[in-house]
């Protein structure tokens, strides 16, 4: 079983639309959980960390569920923009900052 | 503005070639990491350093090895590349943010690397 597993999608929705993402972990002790983003070609880059009592940023929301082991990202409104892999992101809890990276969800948002 | 380079963005060698690939942060952080990403397989974490000389192995460490002589440049050496070493390979340097535990890595733009 992978660390951290999500569903590679695509997931194709149309402007405007509000869309979900899970992930879920296996690692029950992990404490640090990220999304990053990573367009085609690019590297990645951090969208938002995700705390316990969830948190938002614009039309990101990122809700963490510990005793499911699961994370979320919901994205509102969606742009053209948003166009992007979204990579669920956790920490291995060894004492470092060894993150665990799950391969992504691909999200395609047509006009 | 956090910026992390990497040598070459484009790569062709032949097996059995030395490899070197060259990552350099300009943000004074203590940790670097090198990656490699594959189709399916996302991100895994060959090497990483926490201070200079200081180097731990990641979870697929085998036919690499790295060196950090200096805070800013972290290199990942391939002794002798072989086929199954073609990939995009991610450096990243982190910031720990005082007082809330939280972390950001921030990634170079990567090294396609085909080995033939």
């Known amino acids: 079983r992978k660390e951290v597993e999500q569903d590679p999608g695509p997931f194709n929705v149309p402007e405007g639309a509000t869309v979900a993402f899970n992930c879920t972990y296996s690692?029950?002790?992990?404490?640090?959980f990220f999304w990053y983003r990573q367009d085609c070609r690019k590297e990645p880059k951090l969208l938002m960390s995700?705390?316990?009592s969830g948190n938002e940023d614009g039309r990101f929301t990122a809700q963490l569920n510990r005793a499911s082991q699961y994370i979320s990202l919901l994205i509102r409104d969606s742009k053209l923009s948003d166009s992007a892999t979204y990579l669920c992101v956790v920490n291995s809890n060894t004492g470092f900052q060894k993150l665990v990276f799950g391969t992504g969800t691909r999200l395609l948002v047509s006009p | 503005d956090v910026k992390v380079t990497q040598s070459s963005r484009y790569l062709v060698k032949r097996t059995g070639e030395k490899v070197f690939l060259e990552c350099v942060q300009d943000m004074d952080h203590e940790n670097m990491f090198w990656y490699r990403q594959d189709p399916g397989l996302g991100l895994r974490l060959i090497y990483f350093s926490y201070d200079v000389k200081m180097k731990e192995k990641g979870d697929i460490p085998e036919g690499y090895s790295v060196s950090r002589e200096k805070k800013e440049r972290f290199s990942l050496i391939l002794e002798s590349a072989s086929t199954n070493q073609t990939s995009m390979y991610l450096c990243?340097?982190?910031?720990?943010?005082?007082?809330?535990?939280?972390?950001?890595?921030?990634f170079g733009p990567g090294t396609r690397l085909t080995v033939t």
């Open positions: 990243a340097s982190s910031l720990i943010y005082p007082g809330t535990g939280t972390y950001e890595q921030y």
């Open positions: 690692n029950s002790a992990s404490q640090s």
């Open positions: 995700v705390y316990s």
